[in-house]
């Protein structure tokens, strides 16, 4: 088998179809989120957490585990807020950014 001669000038059309990766700022945690998301890990907990989906409004680890069960409110909307509230608080406290849940409310109910 014999191979052409590499040509940067040939992959310019196939590069520009690929968009440029954007470097992820690095996590500066402090010493309490540290400690906060080894003890989660201790227990087995993925990070980050989020609002479970379903019938029943809970909080979630990162490998669909349920980590908390919210007592309902009445309304599916408002346990869904509050369980995204319950899991922002879990998020912040181990040092991770709020999670933007992109669907609309009226598709949680």
Same mark, same amino acid.
């Given at each position: 088998?014999?191979? *052409? ?30 400690t906060?998301?080894?003890?989660f ?11 479970g %989906?379903?019938?029943?409004?809970a ?11 919210l007592?309902? %409110?009445? *309304?599916a ?8 509230a319950?899991?922002?608080a879990?998020?912040a406290?181990?040092g ?5 849940d ?8």
């Amino acid at each position: 088998m014999i191979l *052409s001669p590499f040509d940067p000038a040939e992959l310019a059309p196939v590069a520009a179809l690929i968009p440029p990766r954007t470097p992820e700022p690095p996590v500066a945690r402090t010493t309490e989120q540290f400690t906060a998301a080894c003890r989660f890990a201790s227990l087995g907990l993925g990070l980050p957490m989020r609002p479970g %989906s379903g019938v029943l409004h809970a909080v979630v680890d990162a490998d669909e585990h349920v980590v908390a069960v919210l007592i309902p %409110s009445g *309304s599916a909307v408002t346990d869904r807020d509050r369980a995204a509230a319950f899991a922002d608080a879990l998020n912040a406290s181990a040092g991770f950014a709020r999670l933007i849940d992109a669907r609309p409310a009226a598709a949680a109910e």
